[in-house]
């Protein structure tokens, strides 16, 4: 029986990377002197990398061979890391970005349900809380029964850790819950936690292999903007009535 839905946070419960930790990231480059610039395409390849620190580490290590680490290269990433969510939340609490379609409209009719819902992601906790205050209301933070976001597990996604820590905090096992991701890294750590994965796909992973999921969407849908269904012909809306036949099926 279901009891819980389980929510990536970034590309899933709103398009952060590309207007979001982008921006952010170069802000954090720039207030340092670092002539690091993402652009929307490079971003694209960095996103390989889940977490913000790993990411930075990668793209020195792969596209900067030119780069001069310096000694104190470890303290720098984790500076930079703090910067760069100082910009980010603030970005967030100065306008704000949307929640995806249907994001809201399900969690509300999963918690008149009486259904759990849970956060499992690599992005700093900071940055959740931020997301869900500023994107869908002050007391979001406290719909959510877990926020398993960050650091709190050493691997993160695609490693199945962050998902079996959140499970293990709800007391639930994974076929009582159900998985909603955007990445080929988030499924990949959602199916090896064993949870059963709804993907809603955007630019950055539409041509991600998303092998096994219940379903592939445009988005969750809304009452007149249906999702559209990338792994067979379908559109319609996600909720409970139709997230439970799927399961079923
Ligand atoms: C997305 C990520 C994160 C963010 C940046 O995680 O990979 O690294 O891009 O966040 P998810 P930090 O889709 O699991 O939410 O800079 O805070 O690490
Ligand atoms: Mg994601």
Not at 102 to 111: I, Q
Request: aromatic residues 8%; glycine residues 8%; negative net charge.
């Amino acid at each position: 029986m279901l009891k819980a839905l389980l929510f990536d946070v970034d590309g899933t419960l709103a398009d952060t990377e590309r207007d979001g930790h982008r921006v952010a990231f170069n802000a954090a480059f720039r207030d340092y002197g670092l002539d690091w610039d993402w652009d929307v395409a490079l971003y694209g390849s960095l996103l390989a990398v889940t977490g913000g620190k790993e990411r930075m580490r990668y793209y020195v290590d792969s596209f900067r061979p030119d780069y001069v680490k310096p000694v104190d290269f470890d303290d720098l990433v984790v500076e930079l890391h703090k910067t760069k969510t100082r910009h980010y939340t603030r970005m967030l609490a100065e306008g704000g970005i949307p929640l995806r379609p249907g994001v809201k409209r399900l969690l509300d009719e999963a918690r008149s349900a009486g259904l759990m819902l849970g956060i499992a992601t690599t992005t700093t906790p900071d940055n959740v809380t931020a997301l869900l205050q500023h994107s869908l209301a002050p007391d979001s933070p406290d719909w959510f029964s877990v926020i398993a976001a960050g650091d709190i597990v050493p691997a993160k996604k695609p490693a199945p850790d962050i998902y079996i820590w959140a499970m293990e905090k709800l007391d639930l096992r994974p076929e009582q819950c159900v998985a909603f991701e955007d990445s080929r890294n988030g499924i990949r750590s959602s199916q090896a936690a064993g949870l059963r994965t709804v993907v809603t796909v955007n630019d950055y992973t539409r041509d991600d292999d998303f092998e096994g999921a219940v379903a592939v969407l445009s988005d969750l849908g809304e009452p007149g903007a249906p999702y559209r269904r990338l792994d067979r012909d379908e559109a319609g809306v996600v909720d409970l009535a139709r997230l439970k036949n799927w399961l079923q099926g």
